[in-house]
């Protein structure tokens, strides 16, 4: 049974919750991971190894005398180093009382400055590099678009094609195609219409054929949480009429949806079948977003949630393991850089609060990626983890950013900060912590 078959038999609500706690566990033993063996790595011993928190459901007690176990809520983790007073790492001020010089060296708190930074930074750091493994593992899977336009897969449509897998295309509209890459932007000197003219080599011939325009108004991807999903549409739809008008191109469609300020409106879908094909309507209300500007700011725009694909699949080339590695530390990197963008904006007031998603909208994410199959799942996943990584590193006490600005606190002053300090910064970070919980199930139950 593959996975959409998986999630068609299960309720929503349930393989929604499922594919959340499996996609938190992920992340979260990753994080924790990182922690445990870099402590382990720096001296510290490890007393708990928890994933979930709670009364243990089972227990393993290793050879150093770290207990691992599972515990019996799955929303989160943990682990306690000697010295700790709990889970969130706060210091015990009695801990290396009565231990010797050898012993206290053991413990979080009789732990050098340096071995104490790096086993908390552990966390966030393992959580950039699995989701850098993740994306240079896609880059190499799937490797780039090849010197030559060769079409590998020509994408069923409810008109005449004209163009057959293995041909090389040359020209449309009689001009010359570049290569692969720059493709995006050469379509733009192409007159819009329903129909052109391509030239292709094929079994070593030159013909001309016609067919639909290379960048219809196709769905290659729906966004979770958009209008486009809720109406039903699917990947491979293609969309041939906008309130009875009929649209040629995806631009079209971009311009159509942007005017019209979220009025409701009516498509008109040809979806491929077995037998053919069939054409339906059904109508749904653009949503506005902020989305990423090419100044590095944000824009809002009225949108329905999908994007749009090539008429035809090119072949693939392998990629080398360094393009892969930069590719995947430039995926890591662009997260982080609009993660931090968006939260300067939502704090200036520049963008909504809407955009920041609590636990219900991100399991929502999540299952919606499970649906679409294994690899979209393993991709989200990734892209949690680059994110909670971050969220880890920002200065707030009880976070792993909030340690580490006590321990730069102890670099500068040579001297710990005072318990009573500590126990009340904790605190104050808490609240924050719930202030931003509430804020995002805030945005989950009354944002669109």
């Given at each position: ?39 382990r790595w720096c001296g510290i011993k490890a007393d708990v190894f928890s ?398």
């Amino acid at each position: 049974m593959d996975l959409s078959s998986l999630l068609n038999s299960l309720g929503g609500g349930a393989f929604t919750l499922v594919f959340f706690i499996v996609a938190l566990s992920i992340i979260v033993t990753v994080h924790e991971y990182g922690h445990y063996i870099v402590g382990r790595w720096c001296g510290i011993k490890a007393d708990v190894f928890s994933l979930g928190f709670g009364k243990p459901l089972w227990q393993r007690t290793d050879k150093r005398g770290t207990v691992w176990q599972i515990a019996s809520l799955p929303f989160g983790g943990y682990v306690k180093f000697a010295g700790d007073a709990n889970a969130a790492s706060a210091p015990d001020a009695h801990a290396v009382e009565g231990l010797s010089a050898d012993e206290a060296r053991h413990t979080m708190p009789g732990a050098p400055l340096w071995a104490r930074t790096l086993t908390v930074a552990a966390g966030p750091v393992f959580n950039f590099i699995f989701s850098f493994l993740v994306f240079t593992a896609f880059v190499l899977s799937i490797g780039k678009a090849a010197d030559t336009l060769v079409i590998e897969k020509v994408q069923p449509m409810p008109t005449e094609v004209g163009l057959q897998s293995g041909d090389e295309v040359l020209a449309i509209e009689g001009i010359k195609v570049p290569a692969p890459e720059e493709m995006s932007g050469f379509l733009d000197t192409l007159p819009r219409a329903v129909r052109v003219s391509y030239t292709v080599l094929r079994d070593g011939q030159e013909v001309t054929v016609e067919g639909p325009y290379p960048y219809p108004v196709i769905v290659a991807g729906i966004s979770p949480k958009s209008a486009a999903r809720d109406a039903g549409l699917k990947a491979g739809d293609v969309i041939t009429a906008l309130d009875g008008q009929p649209v040629e191109t995806f631009w079209d469609l971009q311009d159509y949806v942007g005017s019209h300020d979220g009025a409701a409106m009516t498509l008109t879908i040809w979806r491929p079948t077995e037998a053919g094909g069939e054409t339906f309507e059904t109508t749904l209300e653009p949503r506005r977003r902020d989305v990423p500007a090419e100044d590095g700011g944000f824009e809002t725009r009225w949108l329905i949630g999908i994007t749009g694909g090539m008429l035809f699949t090119v072949g693939t080339e392998p990629v080398g393991i360094g393009e892969a590695m930069s590719a995947g530390i430039s995926a890591v990197w662009q997260i982080i850089t609009m993660s931090l963008s968006g939260l300067g904006h939502m704090i200036t007031g520049a963008i909504s609060a809407c955009n920041i998603s609590g636990p219900v909208g991100i399991a929502e994410v999540v299952s919606t990626s499970a649906s679409d199959g294994a690899s979209s799942f393993l991709w989200t996943v990734a892209m949690l983890s680059t994110a909670i990584g971050l969220m880890n590193l920002f200065p707030i006490p009880v976070l792993d950013g909030g340690h580490l600005v006590f321990y730069a606190y102890e670099a500068v002053r040579g001297k710990p900060l005072p318990d009573r300090a500590v126990g009340v910064m904790m605190t104050i970070g808490m609240v924050v912590i719930m202030g931003f919980m509430v804020l995002g199930l805030t945005s989950d139950l009354f944002c669109k």
